[in-house]
């Protein structure tokens, strides 16, 4: 049981969401308690819920595509586990890039019933009211594994969205690299010329109510012009060839179509601090 403890403590998101489950572990060991088992399922409960609000806000929920009041207006647990997955992404948009709709719903109906179970195990009756410690310790487990298991569930599920997602950009991202300026370049030399541009890693870091954004980290390579254009002309002036490694942020639009035409390529931040230890260039 204590590697289950360990390993729910490393997929928590928040402080309060381990202050709360180590609560509810302390709860669990006091054996004075006759409600230390109840106590115990009522707080993982409640840890499932304030796990899944975290992912899921209220008013990001409201501001997708694909969300309807229902229930007089109140965010149901269904359209939360749904955005903890998808964000804004509808199912009709998903379907058409070619991801598995059917089985994205079955998962978020396993989520659902995981819940139900934790819900379950609440209850106060004769059977799980004073037990034995031994029967303490195979309901604590099965209430720890099925929030285990819940958690699980949604985060392999979204990253499994991240990497269908992912293999539709990588020519997008190199383009995105060509035709943009590197502020930090532009302070070396007075012209440069980008010879290449290669991408070492991308992935998709989040997708919320409207947006996907990509965090892209590669090499470029350029060439710093200095001299004026009578210089160069008279072959005074000076070329030098230098490759940097950057990194940046790609903002894509949710839209009918991925990766969208309604993108943001944020500012370059292009590591020139070699320049600066360079002794060979004065």
């Not at 958690?151 to 990253?159: A, D, F, L, S």
Request: with cysteine; hydrophobic share 35%.
């Amino acid at each position: 049981m204590e590697v289950l403890f360990k390993k729910i403590l490393t997929i928590l998101n928040t402080p309060f969401e381990i202050e709360l489950f180590n609560a509810s572990l302390v709860s669990l060991k006091d054996r004075s308690n006759k409600l230390r088992y109840n106590n115990f399922a009522y707080s993982l409960r409640e840890l499932s819920r304030h796990f899944l609000y975290f992912l899921s806000p209220e008013e990001k929920i409201k501001r997708c595509i694909w969300y309807k009041p229902e229930n007089e207006n109140k965010i149901t647990r269904s359209q939360r586990i749904k955005y903890a997955v998808q964000g804004g992404f509808s199912d009709e948009i998903l379907e058409n890039l070619g991801f598995d709709i059917k089985h994205l719903e079955k998962v978020i109906k396993r989520m659902k019933e995981e819940i139900d179970l934790l819900s379950k195990y609440t209850h106060i009756n004769p059977e799980v009211f004073n037990t034995d410690n031994e029967k303490v310790d195979e309901l604590s487990l099965k209430v720890l594994t099925t929030f285990a298991n819940f958690v699980e569930i949604i985060i392999e599920y979204r990253e499994r969205l991240k990497d269908f997602l992912d293999k539709k950009i990588e020519e997008h991202m190199i383009y995105s690299i060509v035709s943009n300026s590197f502020e930090n370049i532009d302070s070396l030399a007075p012209h440069y010329s980008l010879e290449f541009g290669e991408i070492s890693k991308y992935n998709i870091s989040e997708i919320n109510d409207k947006q996907i954004i990509v965090d892209v980290f590669g090499y470029i390579n350029v060439i710093l012009e200095y001299g004026s254009r009578q210089e160069r002309h008279d072959g005074d002036g000076l070329d030098v060839e230098q490759g940097f490694p950057f990194e940046t942020k790609v903002i894509y639009e949710i839209e009918e179509t991925f990766p969208s035409e309604n993108y943001e390529v944020l500012d370059f931040d292009v590591d020139t601090s070699k320049w600066y230890e360079n002794d060979d260039i004065e």
